[in-house]
């Protein structure tokens, strides 16, 4: 799946829309959810163009991948989850439900979580 420069995440990059900024670096930006599915939920978006985990492990630098992933780690710990736990997911592709076509990883929190898939 070829980038869209014009998804909603990237519109946020560029400063086009608005967001609840949490924690911002050269490598990622991290903003409140519009509909928070926990009392806490937050996305973390890497700044360059990427649209899964694969695409980003793939195309993305090495300081890019340590950025990003350090920018999750501090984003959890301003929000004051650390000791008390919280859950990171990233959906790739139609069949995880990603809705947005730019790689980004969501920090749940705030609540106890319980189990992350139902029992079939």
């Known amino acids: 799946m070829a980038y869209d420069p014009h998804n909603v995440f990237a519109r946020i990059l560029r400063g086009e829309l608005p967001c609840k900024k949490v924690y911002e670096d050269e490598y990622a930006l991290a903003f409140h959810d519009i509909h928070p599915q926990a ?11 990427y649209v899964s985990m694969v695409d980003f492990s793939k195309n993305a630098s090495d300081a890019e991948i340590a950025g ?26 139609p069949d ?23 029992k079939s």
């Open 68 to 93: 990003f992933f350090r920018a999750v780690g501090r984003t959890a710990e301003r929000l004051g989850l650390d000791g008390s736990g919280y859950r990171i997911l990233a959906n790739s592709g």
């Open 96 to 118: 995880a439900n990603q809705e947005v076509p730019h790689f980004h990883v969501h920090i749940f929190g705030g609540r106890r979580l319980g189990a992350m898939l139902p």
């Open 39 to 49: 009392p806490v939920h937050v996305l973390v978006i890497p700044k360059g163009p």
